[in-house]
């Protein structure tokens, strides 16, 4: 485990002069296209989800399409946990090529958009976090109560319809020089398709009824996307405005333990920035991370290698003073 600074906030940049490659379809500036896509994509699946209760209540829900939400939500969280968050973003562990492009397939197919602008968008969040310059600040607008409201629509989807983007040659140039990232992260319309067509098409061949096809969109694509895209966004809106803060991190994220299960581990938020690249963030007792024990699992298998777990000091040497103090007393206790 390194003891370096963790956070990205120089990330590496070309040193030979040359121009960087686009990445991404639209490069720096979100066009007009762009906008209305990225609308559609979110306004339809989130009807579907609002109309889930509904559905289910009228017509019910069968098992296969239950299983295919949970599947297909499960396998976007963790390509987007693990994957373009723990490895590609912060470098919490490398991982041989087989592994590297599944994840970045696996998250690819969350539907948030090319892996090299998401990572190019959260190195930038870190350099910023909850000061000028973060995309994504809930205090964007001030600390009032109306500003704060207004300030959780921007950090929980408000950002992502700024034309300006995030420089990709300067916060992601490492992904935008690996031809197979570059190649993954411009095929995300192909990897949307193969996301939100296989689990109609799946439902289709085993119930052998168009009824069948159907409900499999309907929950393992649109309610499925929907729900995952709303986990994700709360860890910029709802884990940088409140829950507990044990460890110091100069902005205000904070843990939600609610969250903790359908983010796959990510809303342990307050350690993560206290320790951007440790891959665990759920430290404590009984603090679910599953992202953590797939990137152990994948460790073992010889998949993973270089993961930077958190020792126990360099958790303690990243508490707030309190919480220090508190611990050892309970510790003493416990001897005597």
């Not at 470098?91 to 592994?99: R, S, W």
């Not at 998401?118 to 930038?124: F, M, S």
């Not at 891959?279 to 953590?292: C, I, M, N, P, T």
């Amino acid at each position: 485990m390194t003891t370096s600074s963790d956070v990205i906030d120089d990330p590496p940049n070309p040193t030979d002069g040359t121009a960087l490659p686009s990445a991404t379809l639209g490069g720096d500036q979100k066009r007009s296209i762009e906008q209305i896509t990225l609308l559609l994509f979110i306004v339809v699946p989130f009807l579907a989800l609002l109309a889930a209760v509904p559905m289910a209540w009228g017509w019910g829900v069968s098992w296969l399409d239950l299983g295919l939400l949970v599947f297909f939500y499960f396998l976007g969280c963790h390509g987007i946990t693990i994957g373009f968050h723990r490895h590609f973003t912060h470098g919490a562990f490398k991982a041989k090529k087989p592994l590297r492009v599944a994840l970045a397939i696996a998250g690819s197919m969350a539907v948030e958009g090319p892996l090299v602008r998401w990572v190019a968008d959260h190195r930038k969040h870190h350099r910023f976090s909850d000061a000028e310059g973060d995309p994504h600040s809930p205090w964007r607008y001030g600390e009032t109560i109306p500003a704060l409201l207004k300030g959780l629509w921007w950090a929980h989807v408000g950002w992502m319809f700024d034309k300006e983007q995030t420089p990709q040659d300067k916060y992601a140039p490492d992904l935008i020089k690996d031809p197979t990232m570059r190649r993954i992260s411009r095929q995300f319309v192909l990897w949307t398709t193969v996301s939100l067509l296989l689990p109609p098409l799946i439902g289709g061949l085993v119930t052998l009824s168009w009824w069948g096809t159907f409900t499999a969109f309907f929950w393992g694509s649109l309610v499925r996307v929907a729900l995952l895209h709303h986990v994700t966004w709360s860890i910029n809106s709802i884990c940088h405005a409140v829950g507990k803060r044990p460890f110091k991190s100069r902005d205000r994220s904070g843990n939600v333990w609610w969250l903790s299960v359908l983010s796959c581990g990510e809303s342990w938020h307050n350690l993560h920035h206290a320790d951007p690249t440790s891959a665990r963030h759920g430290v404590e007792r009984g603090q679910l991370d599953s992202s953590a024990r797939l990137i152990r699992w994948f460790e073992l298998l010889g998949w993973a290698y270089d993961v930077r777990w958190p020792s126990r000091s360099r958790i303690d040497s990243r508490r707030n003073t309190g919480q220090v103090r508190s611990r050892r007393r309970k510790e003493t206790v416990k001897a005597a």
